[in-house]
């Protein structure tokens, strides 16, 4: 076993990604991000990782060059907040349409205006159809374990997708919380260094980036979804090997307390652990209230959702962004995976913790109990902002 | 004068196409043979981002491509980022020992849309932080690619279909952005314009800028034809009149020092240049006058830092 040490969620994730040994790193500073770049900016200086470090003038500038650098043939890695995300949008499609495996961990905040520097899903959410792999993680621990995932993953032969982590800026990204850190021969073993299929060189000359007539361009783009849909064995097996050398399994949808329960909580991210602490409670009282997480966002684990939500009479879910005129994106996902259901629970869509607004466990019992009250009065369609004045 | 050194440097040139004949680009287009000959002068041992724009399209509709040497297109403003990353993604590789070490130059090359407008802010931080690298603009003043509309790069009075000549307004109301001198004031290795009506001359100065260690900015004057409304075989003519006019100097500016490849002790009559091109033909005498005099004051402060101040 690893050591357990108490650190920052931040550190944990840059010295993960110093073992990863990566070998370009390009980022621009914006709050929430910046611990995690500060970190690894100093193990560079102090010759602790041997990697290309720089500070570029913008965030789209900052994933240009780890496009540059991927397609070269380099291990890279960026992350960004927010304001920064949306600014290198335009990239997030680039990069995983001409397939080059990176990781972007992004430490999730709010997106202007008004400006708030805390956390919610809304800047993720705004390059959902990107065509990168997307995580959401609920602790340190799955912060640090999920770039070694990631990287094993998006360098596959067969997969060739860059990936995100997400993790909630603020309530993970400036915790400091017990990780178990892993030796480096065995992150060796299980991330070796980075063979490209393509790469640019002289030696063997390719054109990347080409573009494409209407004759050619729908069967690129299907070809590239069906390669992320179809990524989904390799997403469970590099789990599984992870699993096999550290004992800590993970899977695209995970469940806690459902056998039987009525009622199931779905969250997201950090929401998993608060919202655990609520449902140990609620079963004390002896309610039949369970949690379904997602772990996974994209590729979306339809069956894996419909599997865990199979027997439940209603489901609660909390979206932590809003998708203005409509409802919580999750909220969206969800009932779209459930309709071709024979038998199928209500759905009552909450948001909440918008801009970093704490939601409590006491936040998700209240949440279960307007819930059940508005479907046993018929409002099968529920969906509220929760917790908010006027 | 660089006329004195063609029969030698004719020879040195490689007759290997690295920019292959078959693509797409118009009658006459000048850009097209300023790229053949940018790729000409650096050889195979290159790696090429290339900005969104008329090269990119013209030269790689999907299955086919035109390049014979690595080559890379992204998106539109951010070629010297993606050439930054390419740069430092050798030399880590290099130092890692996951490729060879050897020589190879990474170049970025854009329009003047590309680099004036929506790309300075990636170019400016790629020469900033000191890559060793190569940008290329291509300039023909216009944005071409998406049908001819206004850049910072368009020359005053110039028609365009976004700087249109109108009852109230006569074609393009501002001054052509000086690129070159953006980049000389980062204070980069070497900056020069080039023109591929002086191909011996644009061809040693890339050769130059890519040997020289650090960033380099090499401005090449691209005539086209079908944006600047002139006959596809007056494109080597016109070339040489932006020259002759000093509408369009060549010079060099190496760590700092100017120096102009070739002096006209008597310039040319703007008009010589004007007329041959359907973007000047609503010009009046004294727009004409207008531009004859900035066009003079602008070469004699450039002869003045070359050391040539009269």
């Known amino acids: ?390 | 004068m660089t006329e004195n050194l063609n029969v030698f440097a004719v020879r040195t040139l490689t007759q290997k196409e690295y920019f292959t004949p078959g693509h797409r680009s118009c009658q006459g287009c000048a850009e097209a043979l300023a790229v053949r000959l940018v790729a000409k002068a650096l050889g195979g041992n290159v790696i090429i981002a290339n900005a969104t724009g008329c090269m990119e399209i013209v030269s790689s509709p999907l299955p086919y491509t035109a390049w014979r040497v690595p080559w890379f297109h992204v998106a539109f403003e951010n070629t010297a980022a993606v050439a930054s990353g390419i740069e430092s993604a050798l030399k880590v590789l290099m130092r890692k020992g996951r490729i060879p070490r050897k020589k190879i130059v990474t170049l970025a090359m854009g329009g003047d849309g590309g680099t004036a407008d929506i790309g300075l802010q990636a170019l400016s931080g790629a020469l900033e932080r000191g890559h060793n690298f190569l940008y290329v603009c291509t300039d023909n003043e216009a944005y071409m690619n998406t049908g001819i509309q206004r850049s910072s790069s368009t020359p005053f009075g110039a028609s365009t279909t976004t700087s249109p000549v109108g009852r109230v307004q006569m074609g393009q109301i501002t001054w052509k952005k000086n690129m070159p001198a953006i980049a000389a004031a980062h204070n980069i290795p070497y900056v020069a314009t080039a023109c591929p009506s002086y191909p011996i001359d644009l061809v040693q100065k890339v050769k130059k800028a890519a040997d020289i260690e650090g960033p380099a900015y090499v401005h090449i004057l691209s005539v086209c034809p079908t944006g600047w409304r002139s006959a596809p075989e007056l494109s080597i003519r016109l070339g040489r009149l932006a020259v002759e006019t000093g509408i369009f100097p060549l010079y060099e500016v190496e760590k700092g020092q100017y120096r102009l490849s070739i002096d006209f002790p008597k310039l040319k009559s703007i008009k010589d240049y004007t007329k041959l091109q359907g973007r000047f033909r609503h010009l009046t005498d004294e727009m004409i006058e207008e531009i004859e005099t900035r066009v003079h004051k602008e070469y004699e402060q450039l002869r003045a830092k070359a050391g040539k101040g009269s």
């Open chain 1, 1 to 390: 076993m690893g050591k357990r040490i108490g650190m920052e969620v931040s550190i944990a994730a840059a010295e993960a990604v110093k073992q990863a040994n990566v070998d370009l790193i390009s980022a621009y500073p914006i709050t929430p991000q910046t611990h995690i770049v500060e970190h690894l900016s100093e193990l560079v200086a102090n010759g602790d990782l041997d990697a290309e470090f720089f500070c570029v003038e913008s965030e789209h500038s900052a994933l240009s060059v780890c496009v540059g650098a991927a397609a070269t043939g380099a291990r890279t890695f960026t992350c960004t907040s927010s304001q920064g995300l949306a600014l290198m949008s335009e990239i997030t499609y680039i990069a995983s349409g001409l397939r080059l495996p990176m990781l972007m961990i992004i430490s999730n905040r709010t997106i202007s205006a008004p400006l708030s520097i805390w956390n919610d899903h809304s800047d993720t959410m705004s390059i959902r159809d990107c065509g990168w792999i997307q995580f959401f993680v609920e602790n340190g621990q799955e912060v640090y374990d999920h770039v070694f995932v990631s990287y094993r993953l998006g360098e596959d032969k067969n997969v060739l997708f860059p990936v995100i982590i997400n993790m909630d800026g603020f309530i993970l990204s400036h915790v400091i919380e017990p990780i178990e850190l892993i030796e480096q021969e065995k992150i060796d073993q299980f991330l070796p260094p980075y063979q490209p299929v393509h790469q640019l060189h002289p030696d063997h000359p390719v054109t990347m980036g080409a573009f494409a007539l209407p004759a050619i361009f729908a069967e690129t783009k299907k070809a590239q979804e069906e390669a992320l849909r179809s990524s989904m064995p390799k997403i469970i097996e590099t789990w599984k090997a992870f699993g096999d050398m550290t004992g800590r399994y993970y899977h695209p949808v995970e469940t806690y307390k459902t056998e039987d329960a009525d009622t199931l909580l779905l969250t997201m991210g950090s929401f998993g652990e608060t919202a655990s602490v609520a449902v140990d409670k609620m079963r004390e009282e002896g309610r039949s209230v369970g949690l379904v997480k997602i772990r996974l966002w994209r590729p979306f684990p339809f069956d894996d959702l419909k599997q865990a939500t199979l027997h439940a009479k209603r489901l609660v879910v909390i979206d932590r962004a809003i998708s203005v005129g409509a409802c919580g994106p999750v909220a969206s996902e969800v009932k779209a995976a459930l309709y071709g259901n024979d038998r199928r629970p209500s759905v009552y869509n909450f948001v909440a913790g918008i801009s970093g607004r704490d939601v409590t466990p006491s936040d998700f019992i209240k949440m279960v109990d307007k819930a059940e009250l508005e479907i046993e009065e018929g409002n099968r369609e529920g969906y509220e902002i929760y917790g908010v004045r006027g």
